[in-house]
């Protein structure tokens, strides 16, 4: 079965450098997401993509945030200075269509902690 | 604004016996809800879905979901646990929007004793 993938598993930087996650989502999807959750608490969504654009991104998703699909297959997130609070696990996902009944596929996630 | 609640943080049950997970949404116009299950530094894993129809919901590993419009929940249900089922639950409703993401609730622990 398809599934989306990330990489790297655990990534640890220090404060005020830049990380770059990476998504490889399905292949006929056309949809893309990322949520991150802090130590077992709640999911808590990003920002959503399509079309090459964002289309809609929560109060968390500030200016050092950034997306890309910078070729057919790679879906990347990047954080511009990372600070502590960033510390969680950042799960990509995809999903075929955009309509409410098209679920959403997530990869095993990143765990990024920032000292 | 859409939103979900799941009322429990732990549900402990022992293997053998039926398990209800909780949930209750607040959608405007048709709901789109979802239950996922998350195993220990793992990704979510999709369990099932209710869209329109039948309001009783089957999904993977022997699990369903019963809809009621009004009291507006969605519980989570299976009717002998296995001590593999113990994980973390969560219930999500999609947006009506093209694209809309994925609302989360908070989450239930679900432990299965032998």
């Known amino acids: 079965e398809p599934e989306v993938t990330q990489t790297p598993s655990h990534q640890v930087t220090q404060m005020g450098q830049e990380v770059i996650l990476r998504c490889v989502p399905i292949s006929n999807h056309l949809y893309f997401y990322w949520y991150r959750q802090i130590l077992g608490q709640k999911v808590e969504f990003l920002v959503s993509?399509?079309?090459?654009?964002?289309?809609?991104k929560s109060e968390i998703f500030d200016d050092q945030f950034s997306v890309e699909r910078p070729d057919g297959s790679n879906f990347t997130l990047k954080i511009r200075s990372t600070k502590l609070e960033d510390s969680a696990m950042y799960f990509c996902a995809s999903s075929e269509g955009g309509a409410g009944n098209s679920p959403l596929h997530f990869g095993n996630g990143t765990r990024l902690t920032v000292t | 604004a859409q939103s979900v609640a799941q009322p429990e943080d732990q549900v402990n049950v022992a293997e053998g016996n039926p398990l209800t997970v909780k949930c209750t949404y607040s959608?405007?116009?048709?709901?789109?809800l979802f239950w996922y299950v998350q195993y220990p530094n793992r990704g979510l894993q999709f369990l099932l879905k209710?869209?329109?129809?039948?309001?009783l919901v089957k999904g993977s590993y022997g699990f369903e979901a019963e809809f009621n419009k009004s009291q507006t929940s969605f519980h989570l249900k299976k009717p002998s646990a296995l001590v593999s089922d113990s994980a973390l639950y969560f219930c999500a409703v999609r947006g009506a929007l093209l694209g809309g993401k994925l609302i989360f609730g908070q989450g239930t622990e679900l432990s299965v004793k032998p």
């Open positions: 959608v405007s116009g048709n709901p789109y």
């Open positions: 209710y869209i329109t129809g039948d309001n």
């Open positions: 993509f399509y079309n090459n654009e964002i289309s809609e």
